[in-house]
């Protein structure tokens, strides 16, 4: 597992991250998978590197020497060797070979820094301009609007990005962390609109209403109308599975398997207009989603409870309301000091 990269700019001169970008592989799928893991920085670290990366012609330019022209080559271009400032009265001039060692330390030192800036500088021109990133905090929801008139509502604790401008005639992409419901509008060009889960799994759409929670290595599409089709990229076909509404895929990303049963959509779509639905849920699942959603620990007295069955409606943003009702449906106590909730 690599540990040396801690920045954008480290993945961008990783001569494995550039392969994978232009040829990716079950194998090199599963490695930057597993580096990403659950960590919310390493997985935006590698969104926005991807997005610089991806507008790199590859045809034209081999990973080796797109690390070049992104920071050699243009580092050289930025030095004139033939130009020296003379020295300031208070300094002794040195020796024809001190001086070619001093100048060449300065150089190589100039090199590091201009590579740093010309670095920064795409990084920050390219995702300023062309990505566009929402983020929830726990509990909170959020509606967008993107650029082709979909709406997508955010729920809490999720992050959604996007290209801030979508051609005529090309895919609509967007990457989910999170949850989120999506209203997407059909184009007259039947412009294909692509949910990206993880590296090799995403939602392919032209115009529906589905649900998509992406987190801690699942993800769950369910389909309220119209058809989506389910693309997960193995080393040497792809797998297409297609749903139709009423429908609940599940995708385990470690395993590879992809599970497909019939749901009722509002028991997992509901959220969306401030209610959960609990329909034989088990607290198993609520324990997973007051965590995940509202950023509490929750600690249950005994394992056992786990399993139990509930059934009935909440109201979602509201907290407090939520762990009422949830103890009214329980016939447990449930109490709460901070963000740790106790279920006994």
Not at 94 to 122: C, P, Q, T, Y
Not at 170 to 180: C, F, P, S, T
Not at 192 to 201: C, L, R, S
Request: aromatic share 8%; glycine share 6%; hydrophobic share 35%.
């Amino acid at each position: 597992m690599k540990s040396g990269i801690h920045s954008v700019y480290d993945l961008l001169v990783d001569i494995s991250f550039l392969d994978w970008v232009k040829s990716p592989t079950k194998e090199t799928n599963r490695f930057w998978e597993e580096w990403q893991g659950d960590s919310p920085e390493r997985k935006l670290m590698l969104l926005e590197a991807k997005a610089i990366a991806n507008g790199i012609d590859f045809k034209k330019t081999s990973p080796e020497n797109i690390r070049k022209e992104l920071i050699f080559k243009r580092i050289q271009d930025s030095i004139h060797e033939d130009k020296e400032e003379p020295a300031p009265e208070n300094i002794k001039i040195k020796s024809n070979l001190e001086k070619g060692v001093a100048k060449n330390s300065w150089l190589k030192w100039a090199a590091v820094f201009i590579g740093i800036l010309v670095m920064s500088g795409i990084y920050f021109f390219v995702l300023n301009e062309s990505m566009i990133t929402h983020r929830t905090a726990y509990g909170e929801t959020k509606s967008i609007l993107l650029p082709d008139g979909s709406e997508v509502k955010l729920n809490g604790n999720s992050s959604l990005s996007y290209s801030n401008s979508w051609e005529i005639g090309e895919e609509r992409d967007v990457w989910l962390e999170g949850e989120a419901y999506f209203t997407v509008k059909h184009l007259g060009g039947h412009e294909k609109f692509i949910v990206h889960a993880t590296t090799d799994f995403n939602v392919e759409v032209l115009g529906t209403e589905f649900n998509v929670l992406n987190r801690k290595g699942k993800t769950k599409v369910v389909l309220s109308s119209g058809k989506v089709m389910l693309n997960l990229q193995k080393e040497s076909s792809e797998e297409r599975l297609q749903m139709a509404p009423g429908e609940m895929a599940e995708y385990l990303h470690h395993e590879k398997i992809i599970t497909k049963k019939e749901v009722d959509p509002q028991v997992y779509t509901s959220w969306r207009n401030n209610r959960l639905l609990f329909e034989d849920t088990s607290l198993r699942e609520i324990k997973t989603i007051l965590e995940s959603t509202y950023g509490l620990k929750v600690m249950v007295a005994d394992s056992k409870l786990l399993e139990k069955r509930v059934y009935g409606s909440a109201p979602s943003n509201d907290v407090t309301l939520l762990l009422e009702g949830l103890e009214r449906s329980l016939g447990n106590e449930i109490s709460i000091e901070g963000k740790l909730v106790t279920i006994k």
